[in-house]
């Protein structure tokens, strides 16, 4: 059988291959792949830092960082350092066997974070279907000591993102992922984002096994919960027996300037989910538990075939180190205050721009009209956005080692293209 594409890229630095190459691509996509990517007709090649080159060597600057994953850029020599060496010595043998680098990464995450210990799995959305799991588990084996029955019930919020499986997606609350996969994992229910007094009569104690909360939602708008909101979610888990998941899959690992976000509503969750930047671009996920929530655990209850493997947790503590060093969190914070200055100072007098929001570098910028134009016409310049909410969001998660100078690149490009609304 002859393939429809056989096309050979060459990375741009030695040898730009040639437009003709780029749509050669982009047509075998179109041939080959289950189209569930709106993807932008471009085919990148190559990348260094915070640019990115397409196949005619175009430079972009990237401010999506492949949706808040890659936090160190493109080809940190660290990270490539600690790949190429794991990838040399041993990259997969199953969760049979125990890795150095597996315990050396639990150890890091654990001593970091609220948690007592760790499951590892390959992404975000994996985190939070072993999360539901986890938190049923641990219901169940409390009512069975009662001879009761546990608590299975989950409570979200409107405009949380949670994942796409079956079950991630019952807490996810966009009607158009939803309704073409309907019916979802039962027992899921969804409250206002921000209200406390509609959450206290969404939880039920003996019926809610849990609550999960974005402490910083990215999809959804880039939208802070507030202190009291949370506080509130805490206190009403205690008194219900619930369990308070707090999903940081975006917004965790030093995106808002603290390496968890809930550091800074100063609450604890039972379990915490993580995945996005954790390994700098290869797929991991982690879910953070106490001891009383892995206590209910049994050998069995879950797993992962490639989970945890040597050769992502060894790049995991590669990107710890780095957003652990002295200075590089509070260089996010300010970076963060930095970009939202600039953009409203440069953006804020146009009218179709409503509040330019977020944590350090996450941003969100409303808009009171679709973003898309505007999302396009960047891309056409040479920058990278995304969008966000109900599409009339701008969402930024630049590399967290953007310099300013790269900052009021991307707000000059940002400025230039704001003609494209309408």
């Not at 588990?137 to 019930?153: I, V």
């Not at 991630?168 to 009607?175: C, D, E, W």
């Not at 390496?259 to 930047?277: G, S």
């Not at 007098?349 to 679709?370: A, F, S, T």
Request: overall charge negative.
């Amino acid at each position: 059988m002859t393939p429809r594409c056989a096309v050979q890229v060459p990375a741009p630095k030695t040898a730009p291959p040639s437009k003709l190459q780029g749509e050669e691509i982009i047509k075998a996509e179109s041939e080959l792949f289950v189209q569930t990517y709106a993807r932008s007709p471009v085919v990148f090649v190559s990348g260094e830092g915070c640019k990115l080159y397409d196949t005619e060597n175009k430079e972009y600057l990237d401010l999506t960082a492949g949706i808040a994953v890659n936090a160190l850029g493109h080809g940190d020599p660290t990270w490539v350092k600690a790949v190429t060496e794991q990838a040399g010595k041993l990259a997969h043998v199953s969760n049979l066997y125990h890795t150095v680098p597996q315990v050396k990464l639990a150890e890091r995450l654990v001593g970091a974070s609220f948690a007592d210990r760790v499951f590892m799995v390959n992404s975000g959305t994996e985190a939070n279907e072993a999360a539901i799991k986890f938190a049923r588990k641990y219901h169940h084996a409390l009512a069975k000591e009662k001879n009761e029955q546990g608590a299975t019930e989950l409570v979200a919020f409107t405009n949380g993102f949670h994942g796409r499986t079956l079950g991630a997606l019952s807490l996810t609350s966009k009607v158009q992922y939803r309704t073409p996969f309907e019916p979802l994992v039962p027992g899921a229910s969804f409250v206002d984002f921000g209200d406390l007094e509609a959450t206290r009569a969404a939880v039920v104690a003996g019926k809610t096994a849990a609550v999960f909360v974005e402490p910083l939602q990215g999809e959804g708008g880039v939208c802070s919960a507030t202190a009291s909101f949370l506080t509130g979610l805490r206190e009403l888990c205690d008194e219900t027996g619930t369990l308070l998941v707090f999903d940081e899959v975006q917004c965790g690992l030093g995106r808002t300037g603290r390496l968890w976000a809930h550091e800074a509503y100063d609450v604890r969750p039972d379990i915490m989910t993580l995945a996005k930047p954790l390994a700098g671009g290869l797929p991991i996920g982690a879910v953070l538990v106490t001891e009383r929530v892995a206590a209910s655990i049994a050998a069995g209850d879950h797993g992962s075939t490639f989970a945890g493997g040597p050769l992502v947790c060894h790049a995991a503590v590669a990107v710890l180190d780095r957003i652990q060093a002295p200075g590089f969190l509070e260089s996010v914070a300010e970076k963060g205050e930095y970009l939202r200055a600039q953009l409203r100072e440069k953006l804020g007098n146009n009218p179709h721009v409503k509040e330019v929001r977020g944590e350090g570098l996450l941003v969100g910028i409303q808009l009171d009209v679709p973003a898309s134009p505007l999302v396009a016409a960047a891309l056409k310049a040479g920058l990278l956005i995304l969008t966000a909410g109900k599409g009339d969001v701008v969402r930024l998660a630049p590399p967290l080692i953007i310099s300013t100078q790269e900052i009021d690149q991307a707000v000059a490009i940002l400025d230039s293209c704001m003609s494209s609304l309408q």
